[in-house]
């Protein structure tokens, strides 16, 4: 402990006769283990971290291999078949209005399953949960569970709350009881501040879906049982996939079941953000990897400089590795003050990304608080990164000759070889460098082209309110939303209105299967394909910028009085006809339904920036009935004037309507820019560390090399040496190994935006702007590194400097 201390000490001494040195390290340090800090407490809270309950590890969704989602019939066959599971529970996301003081307010809740809080080992904060035996017939038992956000916040934390009754969409129900505070579902994005049992579904949502074997709209989750492994389970799940498969070909043939991690609605978004998320990971990384270059680099000069030194403790004694053990301690002395730097800031990042909502009427949220795994990580990162670099010298010390050093009068003991260690460390720093660079300008491209991308329709101008009217207690919704769209027409300065029950690019979104003409018999093998679909009223496309091809609008004539009728998109009118001269055809989407198209419009993106070219069909919102209602006003005002004017238009109308988003459709679309806009945002702070750390890195070199051959470049000038040639000598080695680094920088760039292309709309490093970004870039980076060391060299005055030696 005695030598422990002596170094410690010795270490702070030497950094405090090199405060340059010592802030330059710790900035770096705090700069490249904060990165790290922050993707790890992002990757902690959203991967690593289990599910709040007990023995999480066991807890796995159950979802078909191409989707996400399961009919309840499907589930109860699960239920009852599977031999690998201890429990199995059914989930549903659903909209409500929570009336707790004769208003109703639009919250998000789950439909469960009786046995989803027992099979997932939750315990009650509060009165206790619903069971199996209160979940069994159709509008059954009016149970609630709060959540503890909720019962907190419009609840005021009372602790008297079970057995008080509430309304869920003009319906009474009883609380029975309170979540624990960490319990927020299985998803790690949803969370719903009410539980319902789900066969109370139809009082919930208006209509009963539970019996259609055909609905797949819920998904289910599973508790494995004690030695069974997820290997058993899947065999498990595939016998009773085929058995429904042959059982009701019509719906559920070519089923195939297969576990995924809960927690991303499978593997729809899980594997896209893990994926996401380890690129990140390794790309900070590989930001600390450079720091640790930069460092080493810096020790290693510093170490030539002290040569003298090292040779005289040598020379009079000490042993080689008690020096070595001493610059450790220095390098770990600077990496856990740049590391508690870090971690205080990453905290500060880490707790404002937990308070940021998404202007989404969904209930996004990322509990990423910072835990003592965080800190815990930045400690060992900080050591490990300080053990890194402090030994990269250690070659240099245990080299040393003292009779050589002190023979020399004061130079460097090491000679200026072809390729130094310095040389190798700054390659390597230039080419991260390079790579996080091109990661950068490809994320930034791709995300360019997200918004220039043609979506199918001009989401700006347009204001958007959504709504469903049947949480305010409306059985048929055709004349409310008549109603909503009189008064919104009345607002002075709009252009159009429209209502719909959904948009494209939203969460909501509803798929029907479509046959070809001609078909008689409706089975799975004779669907042609599945569609989305889309209910508006008059005027939507003129509303939504949606061009038309050919055809009509629809118009009020169409209505439930009249033959069911049906806009397409120019990619559904290919698809199932070969042509986009479809006006005046029909098509069968089941027995004895048939729609007549009377127009086509251009197509466009529908659900994800990413998909291929989709199918649409639209219908007219008179002829089906929907409760979900989406308000689109476009107006040349701003929506500063515009969302007040929409909240007053529709709270003339019902003040207990409900109101879940009032915003502009550019807002609605954030979220699914979202991806992209991460990408971006995190790429570019790591390409803007990596690019400051090559330019000292590059600078730091090139300083040195100057410093030591000033005499040599007196000498040079004295001799009649042009300038080019005085910087060739001086700067060569660092231009040398700026072309070396970037180029295999480049080619590294261009390999890793495979792994972007998943995640931003058409990222690509071939494209010739991202190139010629990455070229410009890194010569900018050369000519900022040395432009010091140059005019430094330039200036060399032999007569001063022959005079001085």
Same mark, same amino acid.
């Given at each position: ?151 907190? !916040? ?257 130079? !460097? ?107 008689? !018999? ?141 915003? !502009? ?141």
């Amino acid at each position: 402990m005695e030598t422990f201390l002596q170094d410690l000490r010795y270490a702070f001494r030497q950094l405090r006769r090199s405060p340059g040195f010592a802030l330059t390290a710790i900035l770096t340090l705090t700069m490249a283990i904060g990165a790290n800090v922050v993707v790890f407490g992002v990757v902690n809270a959203l991967v690593l971290h289990p599910l709040p309950v007990p023995e999480a590890s066991r807890v796995y969704s159950i979802q078909p291999r191409n989707g996400i989602a399961i009919s309840y019939p499907n589930f109860e066959d699960i239920r009852d078949r599977n031999t690998t599971f201890s429990g199995v529970s059914v989930v549903r996301i659903a909209r409500m209005g929570l009336d707790t003081s004769g208003s109703a307010r639009p919250v998000w809740g789950y439909e469960v399953s009786g046995s989803y809080f027992e099979m997932l080992g939750v315990k009650p904060m509060l009165g206790r949960f619903f069971t199996p035996a209160e979940d069994k017939k159709s509008n059954g038992e009016p149970y609630t569970v709060l959540s503890y956000n909720c019962w907190k !916040t419009q609840f005021g934390s009372d602790p008297g709350v079970a057995g008080k009754t509430v309304r869920i969409n003009k319906h009474e129900f009883v609380v029975l009881g309170v979540a624990p505070k960490d319990f927020n579902g299985t998803e790690r994005f949803i969370w719903p501040e009410v539980w319902v049992p789900i066969h109370d579904e139809p009082e919930v949502e208006g209509y009963n879906w539970i019996e259609n074997r055909g609905d797949y709209n819920a998904w289910v989750v599973a508790r494995l049982k004690a030695g069974v492994t997820p290997q058993q389970a899947n065999a498990d799940l595939g016998n009773i996939a085929a058995q429904l498969s042959r059982q009701y070909p019509d719906v559920d043939k070519g089923l195939e079941l297969v576990l995924s991690q809960p927690g991303f609605l499978g593997d729809m978004m899980g594997g896209p953000i893990h994926g996401f998320l380890l690129g990140v990971m390794l790309l900070a990384g590989l930001v600390l990897l450079a720091a640790c270059a930069n460092l080493g680099g810096l020790f290693a000069a510093r170490i030539s400089d002290r040569a003298k030194e090292i040779g005289i403790r040598i020379a009079i004694g000490s042993s080689r590795r008690r020096i070595l053990r001493q610059l450790v301690t220095e390098s770990a002395c600077l990496s856990l003050l740049g590391g508690a730097i870090s971690a205080c800031l990453a905290a500060g990042l880490l707790h404002a990304l937990a308070m940021w909502r998404p202007q989404t009427d969904f209930p996004v949220q990322l509990l990423v608080e910072p835990d003592a795994w965080v800190y815990l990580f930045a400690a060992l990162l900080s050591l490990a990164t300080g053990l890194l670099f402090g030994i990269i010298p250690a070659r240099q010390v245990w080299k040393t000759d003292p009779n050589q050093v002190l023979k020399a009068s004061g130079g !460097t003991a090491i000679a200026l070889r072809r390729f130094s260690l310095r040389d190798v460390l700054l390659a390597v720093q230039i080419a991260l460098c390079c790579l996080l660079v091109t990661a950068s300008f490809v994320a930034l491209r791709g995300l360019q082209r997200t918004f220039d991308l043609p979506l199918g329709f001009h989401p700006e101008g347009v204001t958007v309110a959504a709504l469903d009217t049947h949480l305010a207690g409306y059985e048929h919704s055709g004349e409310i939303q008549k109603r909503l769209l009189e008064a919104v027409r009345a607002i002075p300065g709009i252009t159009g209105a429209t209502v719909s029950n959904s948009i494209p690019l939203s969460l909501n979104q509803s798929e029907t299967s479509v046959y070809p003409p001609g078909t008689t !018999t409706f089975t799975a093998a004779n669907q042609a394909f599945s569609t989305n679909y889309y209910e508006v009223s008059p005027g939507y496309f003129s509303v939504a910028g949606t061009r038309l091809l050919a055809g009509r609008d629809f118009t009020d004539h169409d209505d439930d009085k009249s033959p069911d009728v049906a806009i397409v998109n120019e990619t559904f009118a290919k698809r199932l006809f070969g042509t986009t001269d479809v006006v005046g055809k029909t098509y069968p989407d089941g027995p004895g339904h048939r729609f007549l198209i009377v127009g086509v419009v251009e197509a466009g993106k529908y659900v994800t920036l990413t998909e291929d070219p989709a199918r649409v069909v639209y219908w007219p919102l008179a002829q089906r009935g929907n409760s979900d209602t989406i308000l689109l006003v476009r107006s040349h005002r701003s929506s500063a004037e515009m969302i007040p004017a929409m909240r007053k238009a529709i709270a003339s109308v019902d003040p207990a309507l409900p109101v879940f988003s009032l915003t !502009t459709w550019p807002e609605v679309l954030s979220l699914v820019t979202f991806p992209a806009r991460a990408a971006t945002i995190a790429l570019g702070v790591l390409g803007a560390l990596a690019m400051m750390l090559a330019i000292t890195g590059i600078f730091g070199m090139a300083s040195y090399s100057v410093s030591k051959r000033m005499r040599e470049l007196g000498i040079r000038v004295a001799l009649g040496a042009q300038n080019r040639h005085v910087l060739k000598a001086a700067l060569g080695r660092a231009v040398l190994l700026l072309g070396i680094g970037s180029a295999a920088g480049l080619v590294l760039g261009v390999a890793a935006s495979r792994v972007l292309a998943s995640i931003v709309y058409q990222a690509t490093a071939s494209d010739p702007w991202v190139i010629a970004a990455v070229v410009l870039t890194m010569g900018l980076i050369g000519l900022i590194s040395a432009a010091i060391p140059a005019s430094r060299a330039l200036s060399a005055e032999p007569a001063r400097l022959l005079h001085d030696e």
